[in-house]
């Protein structure tokens, strides 16, 4: 700390920044994790390690461990420019305030015009701080209460996170209450009688306006809070009732234990279903025999010379000889009148199927293992098959005869 130095000159201090705004830039975007390593940093650098050893000298960056990470006065004030910081910081609001209470006080004591003018001035800026300042922190007690119930993931904390949340939105409504007390009836003879300034006048009504709808918007938070507790509250009991099912169930002692299967039994599971989409399909009577009708096939066929609209080339009208009449015919064995034939014969099938002299079609060796096979199959009831099995050739088949 002994040698520490300073910026001599705000030129000096933003021709330093934009020398090394690729270093700045990434320890900034960098800031919620600690993994910004002095190699990577080294990388970054316009002058390597003298670039480094400057920026740690004149107190932009600090050495944490075997990280670097940039200094807090650098990172609250990017966060408050740029709106991304998520510290609601209301002490400040309460400090402007305390501020404002001062200078009417100097201001009243002065008797000097032109420093009772810049105290004047010093009010106009408070006011203006102190609305712009409550702005801010709405805005981001809104990021901060979405994004902890979004992506908290431990229920206990994202519960006391919001707790504190809520915390800071009464802190803000009572400063708003505070400053409203303050113009309207503490300072009340200062901004009405006392200053005849018509831009403080002004600044005073643009104040209270944004305050009163910052004030509207903290009780929308408050509903929005109360919304998320409850799903949390919800969602913990949910998650403690299925911790204790798997439990039972890892035990076997969820049929047991449980009236699950009722509960099951009773309900209507269809919800979860996709839901069925039905295709309206326009009545050929109503086009054929309504003004309506003729109207969009109208509309349809001028449609037809857009090009956006034609979903493909039409086919060639159908021929005379494509609109006769044409037969063909496919061979083939009436399975149910083989069936009756061989119930009357006797015979074991195989030996039936094989013999038969009734085909009407020229049947092979194969064609009559496929009839044996779907006969068997078919009419398996009608049916009795013998333990006892032949062979024919490569083939070994059982001994099937009519049921008696």
Same mark, same amino acid.
């Given at each position: 700390?002994?040698?520490?130095?300073?910026?001599?000159?705000? =030129?000096?201090?933003?021709?330093?920044? *934009?020398?090394?705004?690729?270093?700045?830039?990434?320890?900034?975007? =960098?800031?919620?994790?600690? $993994?910004?390593?002095?190699?990577?940093?080294?990388?970054?650098?316009? &002058?390597? @390690?003298?670039?480094?050893?400057?920026? %740690?000298?004149?107190?932009?960056?600090?050495?944490?461990? @075997?990280?670097?990470?940039?200094?807090?006065?650098?990172?609250?004030?990017?966060?408050?420019?740029? *709106?991304?910081?998520?510290?609601?910081?209301?002490?400040?609001?309460?400090? $402007?305030? =305390?501020?404002?209470?001062?200078?009417?006080?100097?201001?009243?004591?002065?008797?000097?015009?032109?420093?009772?003018?810049?105290?004047?001035? #010093?009010?106009?800026?408070?006011?203006?701080?102190?609305?712009? +300042?409550?702005? %801010?922190?709405?805005?981001?007690?809104?990021?901060?209460?979405?994004?902890?119930?979004?992506?908290?993931?431990?229920?206990?904390?994202?519960?006391?996170?919001?707790?504190?949340?809520? *915390?800071?939105?009464?802190?803000?409504?009572?400063?708003?209450?505070?400053?409203?007390?303050?113009?309207?009836?503490?300072? $009340?003879?200062?901004?009405?009688? *006392?200053?005849? #300034?018509?831009?403080?006048? @002004?600044?005073? +009504?643009?104040?209270?306006? !944004?305050?009163?709808?910052?004030?509207?918007?903290?009780?929308?938070? =408050? %509903?929005?809070?109360?919304?998320?507790?409850?799903?949390?509250?919800?969602?913990?009991?949910?998650?403690?009732?299925?911790?204790?099912?798997?439990?039972?169930?890892?035990?076997?002692?969820?049929?047991?234990?449980? #009236?699950? &299967?009722?509960?099951?039994?009773?309900?209507?599971?269809?919800?979860?279903?996709?839901?069925?989409?039905?295709?309206?399909?326009?009545?050929?009577?109503?086009?054929?025999?309504?003004?309506?009708?003729?109207?969009?096939?109208?509309?349809? $066929?001028?449609?037809?010379?857009?090009?956006?609209?034609?979903?493909?080339?039409?086919?060639?009208?159908?021929?005379?000889?494509?609109? +006769?009449?044409?037969?063909?015919?496919?061979?083939?064995?009436?399975?149910?009148?083989?069936?009756?034939?061989?119930?009357?014969?006797?015979?074991?099938?195989?030996?039936?199927?094989?013999?038969?002299?009734?085909? %009407?079609?020229?049947?092979?060796?194969?064609? &009559?293992?496929?009839?044996?096979? !779907?006969?068997?199959? !078919?009419?398996?009831?009608?049916?009795?098959?013998? @333990?006892?099995?032949?062979?024919?050739?490569?083939?070994?088949?059982?001994?099937?005869?009519?049921?008696?």
């Amino acid at each position: 700390m002994d040698n520490l130095s300073h910026f001599r000159s705000l =030129d000096e201090l933003i021709r330093a920044l *934009e020398r090394e705004r690729k270093l700045i830039y990434a320890l900034f975007q =960098d800031r919620k994790r600690l $993994s910004f390593r002095y190699e990577l940093a080294r990388e970054l650098a316009s &002058k390597k @390690d003298e670039s480094i050893d400057f920026l %740690r000298r004149f107190g932009v960056i600090r050495d944490n461990s @075997d990280f670097l990470e940039l200094e807090d006065v650098y990172l609250r004030f990017f966060e408050e420019v740029l *709106e991304v910081n998520e510290e609601i910081n209301v002490a400040s609001v309460k400090e $402007s305030i =305390d501020n404002l209470n001062n200078a009417i006080d100097y201001y009243r004591s002065e008797n000097n015009p032109g420093r009772r003018y810049g105290y004047l001035r #010093d009010v106009k800026r408070m006011l203006r701080n102190i609305a712009l +300042t409550t702005l %801010r922190n709405v805005i981001d007690l809104k990021r901060n209460i979405d994004n902890t119930y979004k992506n908290e993931p431990t229920f206990a904390i994202k519960k006391k996170k919001l707790v504190h949340l809520d *915390e800071k939105r009464r802190d803000i409504a009572s400063l708003i209450n505070e400053c409203e007390r303050l113009i309207d009836v503490k300072q $009340s003879n200062f901004f009405m009688e *006392e200053v005849m #300034d018509v831009q403080l006048k @002004d600044i005073v +009504t643009d104040v209270k306006l !944004q305050l009163r709808e910052v004030y509207h918007n903290l009780l929308e938070l =408050d %509903r929005q809070i109360i919304n998320y507790l409850n799903l949390i509250e919800y969602q913990n009991r949910l998650l403690q009732k299925v911790q204790k099912l798997k439990y039972l169930r890892d035990q076997m002692l969820l049929d047991t234990n449980t #009236d699950i &299967k009722a509960k099951l039994s009773n309900s209507n599971p269809i919800w979860m279903e996709p839901r069925p989409r039905y295709t309206l399909k326009v009545s050929l009577s109503m086009l054929r025999n309504s003004e309506e009708g003729l109207r969009v096939l109208q509309d349809y $066929s001028r449609g037809k010379t857009n090009t956006r609209l034609r979903k493909g080339n039409l086919a060639d009208a159908l021929s005379p000889e494509d609109l +006769t009449e044409q037969q063909h015919v496919c061979p083939m064995v009436d399975i149910s009148e083989v069936k009756n034939a061989f119930m009357a014969s006797g015979d074991n099938l195989f030996h039936f199927v094989m013999n038969y002299s009734g085909y %009407r079609i020229k049947m092979d060796y194969e064609a &009559k293992l496929v009839l044996f096979c !779907q006969i068997a199959s !078919q009419y398996l009831d009608e049916l009795t098959i013998n @333990d006892e099995c032949h062979e024919d050739g490569t083939i070994e088949y059982p001994l099937i005869y009519p049921l008696s």
